[in-house]
């Protein structure tokens, strides 16, 4: 293990959708894998401090207005989001934003793989 | 401290006190005949608004208390002359007149074209009789907006006639709410005739508007107008009108203002758990809400002073349309906004006229 770094574990035991949350310094990381992907993403709901992390992952549910009278016809984007299990607040998972309000921001971390372990940059 | 007669005010929403006998000869056939031969004359002018049976509850004129010196209202019959005189009286230079009939149109269920007759007739009625630039009567162009080919009609009559300032959708009774795709036509076209979109309450169904049984005004008139206001508000913003048609000026009368921040409160906690739901949104819909422009009739400026600095810097000074609501029961003085301690002189002008002359292009 290098400096600044801590091994999630292996990466061929995440599936997408699978969250391990780890301990950096003294704050939880929830480390996700999304469409083959990895993210980490503070393990803290700006909202009331739930468990963002361990809640639900998908792609983004997303409309597209069609013109003057059309339906707004939904279906799921290209951009992977949690949301926290407590309320439902909703962050896109490579930015760490909430996806209706930008100012509200979970702290994200780099991942790499590296000789097939995962690990959370902590620096 | 600015004196009202010295400065420029614009009225956003005076209720020309008409009367069906009045607009019923420019009317199209065949309801032109039909109300000739009905025998409904005063009835019609009458029901729902202040009859014995009311379809509302209680008065309009407090059982006697209230008397308008220039209008007719509430039995209605008002020509220009009142509105020459009345606007004198409240020393204001321009008004946009708003039917008063045509806020009872929401008790109309039927599928048939009265709704759609009378708005034709009450528009030809008002170029022939009463709307004058240079006196300062503009006016305001009621929409059967629950038929759309209709509307389409009556924005081809007005397109080409200055003294229409903009467009009304009464709030009171619209099903699906408006913001709802079917409308969008509307919207469309009125963003490309520049004409901004005045949602204005009604007094139709204030009785049953969530549950029947109410016995005063008091209560129907406090409720009713703002859950008319405040379902078409969440309807607008959330269904994405802002981001379809980013060029439509949208107006929202006559319910005052304290009740924007908490419904804009409610509102934006709810977008912070569900913001999918609302797929077009860029931004919490109060960033929406609070770019639309609202009339301040009635104000409550019996509230605390604090609160209504929390509103006004919420929503902004600019984005406030001094309205009277005259001859109606509980008017608004220009007064009324002059009075209050926490503007200043600058905001003052843009609330009483500026702000609206902008607007509606006047």
Redesign the interface.
Same mark, same amino acid.
């Given at each position: 293990m290098s400096d600044g770094e801590i091994a999630v574990g292996a990466a061929d035991d995440f599936d997408d959708g699978d969250v391990e949350i780890v301990e950096v310094g003294r704050a939880e990381v929830g480390v996700i894998r999304a469409d083959g992907e990895f993210y980490a993403l503070r393990n803290q709901c700006p909202?009331d401090g739930g468990p963002t992390c361990e809640g639900k992952v998908e792609k983004?549910?997303?409309?597209e207005?069609g013109?003057?009278?059309?339906?707004?016809e939904?279906r799921y984007g290209d951009d992977c989001i949690v949301s926290c299990p407590w309320?439902?607040?909703?962050f896109d998972l490579d930015t760490g934003e909430?996806?209706?309000?930008d100012s509200?921001v979970v702290p994200t971390y780099d991942v790499v793989v590296r000789d097939g372990v995962v690990y959370v940059q902590t620096d | 401290m600015i004196e009202p007669a010295e400065h420029l005010v614009v009225d956003c929403d005076w209720h020309y006190a008409d009367t069906f006998e009045q607009v019923a000869p420019y009317m199209p056939e065949p309801w032109k005949t039909k109300f000739r031969n009905s025998g409904w004359d005063s009835t019609g002018v009458n029901q729902g608004l202040s009859a014995f049976f009311p379809t509302s509850t209680g008065n309009r004129s407090n059982y006697g208390k209230i008397d308008r010196e220039f209008s007719e209202y509430p039995q209605g019959g008002d020509d220009k002359a009142d509105v020459v005189e009345g606007m004198e009286f409240l020393d204001v230079d321009a008004t946009l007149q708003i039917s008063h009939l045509i806020l009872a149109m929401g008790g109309v269920t039927a599928d048939d074209r009265r709704v759609e007759s009378f708005i034709k007739g009450y528009i030809d009625y008002m170029l022939a009789e009463v709307l004058d630039p240079d006196a300062g009567i503009y006016g305001l162009a009621p929409l059967p907006y629950h038929d759309i080919d209709a509307s389409m009609d009556v924005l081809d009559r007005i397109e080409d006639e200055e003294t229409f300032k903009g467009v009304v959708m009464v709030t009171a009774g619209a099903s699906p709410p408006l913001g709802n795709? #079917?409308y969008? /036509?509307i @919207?469309?076209r009125c963003e490309a005739l520049g004409l901004p979109v005045v949602y204005h309450t009604g007094g139709s169904g204030l009785d049953d508007y969530v549950r029947a049984g109410y016995e005063e005004m008091i209560e129907t008139h406090t409720l009713g107008f703002l859950e008319s206001n405040m379902s078409q508000i969440v309807s607008v913003a959330c269904?994405?009108v802002p981001? #379809?048609f980013p060029d439509l000026d949208i107006v929202f009368m006559e319910s005052g203002v304290t009740y924007l921040p908490g419904l804009i409160s409610r509102l934006d906690e709810e @977008? %912070? #758990?569900?913001?999918?739901e609302? /797929? %077009? %949104?860029e931004?919490?819909p109060g960033d929406y809400i609070s770019d639309f422009y609202f009339g301040t009739q009635p104000l409550e400026e019996s509230a605390r002073p604090d609160l209504l600095e929390i509103c006004f810097d919420m929503l902004g000074t600019e984005h406030l349309l001094y309205a009277s609501d005259y001859p109606h029961w509980d008017y608004d003085s220009p007064s009324i906004i002059t009075d209050l301690p926490m503007l200043d002189d600058e905001q003052r002008k843009d609330i009483l006229g500026r702000n609206a002359a902008e607007v509606f292009d006047l």
């Open positions: 909202h983004r549910l997303v409309g207005w013109g003057p009278g059309e339906r707004v939904q309320h439902g607040w909703s909430h996806i209706g309000d509200y | 795709r #079917k969008d /036509p @919207y469309e269904q994405g981001e #379809k @977008y %912070l #758990k569900r913001a999918e609302a /797929p %077009l %949104l931004a919490p």
